[in-house]
T-cell receptor
Framework: KQEVTQIPAALSVPEGENLVLNCSFT??????LQWFRQDPGKGLTSLLL?????REQTSGRLNASLDKSSGRSTLYIAASQPGDSATYLC???????????FGKGITLSVRP | DAGITQSPRHKVTETGTPVTLRCHQT?????MYWYRQDPGHGLRLIHY???????DKGEVSDGYSVSRSKTEDFLLTLESATSSQTSVYFC???????????FGPGTRLTVL
């Protein structure tokens, strides 16, 4: 059974720091990994989808990497801003119909 | 943003009553999913659909049923709501197995 872990559960940093959020998964037979952002009381916003054939994917200040063999992905946030404060979740598709298995998320707080 | 709406957005109901939640998409995507999100458990799949009239169970399907009579609509029904079904329910869509999943805004359901 696929398990997805995100540690730590919460993180507080001063504005301007470069951040790395980690995601690990137990079954490396995945064909992609998706990172989401969730603001309090809101839905999930897709940030990046990284295919298994890719090693990195970039969108603005965000960069996601994927290492299937070690079962790890990282989300790099450059020059963090208070507006980046949110919960970040990673998810991998599981089974024949791509049912997503989610980590429990990392709640990020960026202090002004 | 992907065209996904959920209705109602908030609902309070009593134990034992039937409840139907609706997910509507304008993207003509084949795959549709229902998840629930609970503190301490994260997001878990309830049911999913891989085409009109084609549905299957997820990991927490007990007490729920679904129907998909049209590509654009995916209904989640609680036949007899219980307090343990108090949760936030999210619908998601995906064009294919290797594409991103996009999430709706969620429905907050409270069962008293």
């Amino acid at each position: 059974k696929q398990e997805v872990t995100q540690i730590p559960a919460a993180l507080s940093v001063p504005e301007g720091e470069n951040l790395v959020l980690n995601c690990s998964f137990t079954d490396s037979a995945i064909y992609n990994l998706q990172w989401f952002r969730q603001d309090p009381g809101k839905g999930l916003t897709s940030l990046l989808l990284i295919q298994s054939s890719q090693r990195e994917q970039t969108s603005g200040r965000l960069n996601a990497s994927l290492d299937k063999s070690s079962g790890r992905s990282t989300l790099y946030i450059a020059a963090s801003q208070p507006g980046d404060s949110a919960t970040y979740l990673c998810a991998v598709p599981t089974g024949a119909n791509s049912k997503l298995t989610f980590g429990k998320g990392i709640t990020l707080s960026v202090r002004p | 943003d992907a065209g996904i709406t959920q209705s109602p957005r908030h609902k309070v109901t009593e134990t034992g009553t039937p409840v139907t939640l609706r997910c509507h998409q304008t993207e003509n995507h084949r795959y549709m999913y229902w998840y629930r999100q609970d503190p301490g458990h994260g997001l878990r799949l309830i049911h999913y659909s891989y085409g009109v009239k084609d549905t299957d169970k997820g990991e927490v399907s007990d007490g729920y049923s679904v129907s998909r009579s049209k590509t654009e609509d995916f209904l989640l029904t609680l036949e007899s709501a219980t307090s343990s079904q108090t949760s936030v329910y999210f619908c998601a869509i995906s064009e294919s197995l290797v594409n991103e999943q996009f999430f709706g805004p969620g429905t907050r359901l409270t069962v008293l």
